[in-house]
């Protein structure tokens, strides 16, 4: 990790970068988000910047700045440009550091808050994203993000309301997980006694899923996406004991033939009995 006067510098940098977004037409304001934010990177980690927009966006704008940030011309999409859920943005590298552009539709993101609030998800199919995107992940990556800047304070509203956890969304999530992890699994059986590796690993993908988000949910911590996200629900105070080491060899110990897919549904079964047999306190 970068400390002392590079840090400081860094850190400078960062918010110049930032304040310059805010100045383009459509921005409303932009919050830093990943690891960066979390405090969890490490040198190499890229700086994820999302950029909180109402249409119309100033892409021609966007472009323009990234060209002089970067040196070059750089790709800068369209809203959409990245799939449904993603968006748009741009992949840069700004002093030597990967600086991502991710545009974040401020008005969807109310709309995801509200839905939270009333026990609703949705899960929405996104390139890069094998789990799917949950769309309480747009609150929850401005509920862990860091401000860089808000000149309506709109951001820090939105920020402060979506540090509580809604227990209407911690219900749905658990509730969803009793139900439909034990029935992927049961429907996995089907394609165990033929040896259908695909369709068992598919189903086993989802329910372990599902389990993350209810753990998750339980302790009222946000998921962002896939990624580190068993290692995360595994430290989480209300895991089964070894959950992620546990978790993970159920992949490892699939094979090809009836035999071993049905004894590894028949350990992914006992994990789920252990997320999601007690009622939710």
């Not at 509203?157 to 992927?184: D, V």
Request: negative net charge; charged residues 25%.
């Amino acid at each position: 990790m970068v400390t002392g006067p590079r840090q400081t510098e860094a850190v400078e940098r960062l918010d110049e970068i930032a304040h310059r977004l805010a100045g383009v037409e459509g921005v409303v304001g932009v919050c830093l988000g990943g690891s960066r934010a979390r405090g969890t990177h490490d040198p190499g980690s890229d700086f994820d910047l999302g950029l909180y927009y109402r249409p119309p966006l100033d892409t021609a704008a966007l472009r323009k700045l990234a060209a002089e940030l970067t040196g070059e011309a750089v790709e800068v999409t369209e809203p959409g440009g990245w799939g449904p859920w993603v968006d748009g943005g741009a992949w840069l590298v700004v002093d030597g550091h990967r600086v991502d552009w991710i545009y974040r539709d401020l008005d969807r993101v109310h709309r995801a808050w509200k839905q939270c609030r009333a026990g609703r998800f949705e899960i929405g199919t996104q390139p890069g994203h094998p789990l799917g995107v949950y769309s309480h992940a747009y609150v929850g990556e401005l509920a862990l993000g860091r401000i860089l800047a808000d000149a309506g304070g709109e951001l820090r509203t939105l920020q402060e309301q979506t540090r509580h956890y809604p227990e209407p969304l911690r219900e749905a999530l658990i509730g969803n997980a009793r139900w439909e992890a034990p029935f992927i699994l049961a429907a996995a059986r089907k394609g165990a006694a033929r040896g259908d590796a695909f369709f068992v690993a598919g189903c086993l993908f989802r329910a372990v899923g599902l389990l993350v988000h209810a753990l998750h949910a339980h302790a009222r911590c946000w998921v962002l996406n896939e990624k580190g996200a068993v290692r995360a629900a595994g430290e989480l105070p209300n895991a089964p004991a070894d959950f992620a080491a546990r978790a993970h060899a159920l992949f490892a110990a699939l094979g090809t033939t009836p035999e071993t897919l049905t004894a590894t549904l028949d350990a992914a079964d006992t994990l789920t009995a252990e997320v999601c047999g007690e009622p939710a306190r």
